[in-house]
């Protein structure tokens, strides 16, 4: 009904009943006008709605707070939110808060974060903090981050690399093991 209401030129009614909407429980169309919002330039009314949604505990809302803190460096809030979206179980929040600890200089902390989020199915912190670790020269980190990526079943990194190729570029075995060439057939 909001989104109608939005849709026929009416973004003040639409807002109305958004905000009635999280009243009983639902945020999610107040989260969908800031995605509007924000696709539109409109940043502060943006914002506003995500601050409106997260407040009833939409977690996409407090995604995308986290993301606009950190775009607009206040990185104490963006990481802020950025844990309040992990809290309420948001899929991307605990990558987005590895690179956050990463940028800080806590790579500890980091790579704790990136663990979290690969026993919760997604490598994908894994392979970016293993490849800033190739891009740093860190290759032994590398390495170790990448065989644990492989280690929580990803066979392929999802971000290639250069130091990948190097070190496995048959890839890895089941157990760990640098992978040998496939042997060729009659050619």
Known sequence: MALRQEDAGDPAGAEALARE???HGD??????????????????AAERLYLQAAEHGNESAMYHLARMRERSGDQAAAEAWA???VAG??????????????????KRGAET????????????????LAARRADEGD?????TLGRENADYGES???RRH??????????????????????????
Do not use: C, I, K
Not at 119 to 125: C, K, M, V
């Open 113 to 128: 974060v990136a663990r979290q989020s690969a026993e919760r199915g997604n490598t994908q912190s894994l392979n970016y």
């Open 27 to 44: 945020a999610s169309v107040l989260n969908l006008l800031a995605l509007r919002r924000a696709h539109e330039g409109d940043h502060s």
């Open 21 to 23: 909407a999280a009243g």
């Open 162 to 187: 250069r130091v990948f190729d190097r070190l496995w570029p048959h890839g890895l075995n089941a157990d760990g093991t640098p992978a040998p060439p496939w042997p060729r057939q009659g050619l």
């Open 83 to 85: 844990r309040r979206a």
């Open 89 to 106: 179980g948001h899929p991307l929040a605990l990558h987005v808060l590895a690179q956050m600890r990463e940028d800080a200089g806590d």
């Open 139 to 143: 290759l032994e980190g590398a390495e």
């Open 156 to 158: 392929r990194p999802a």
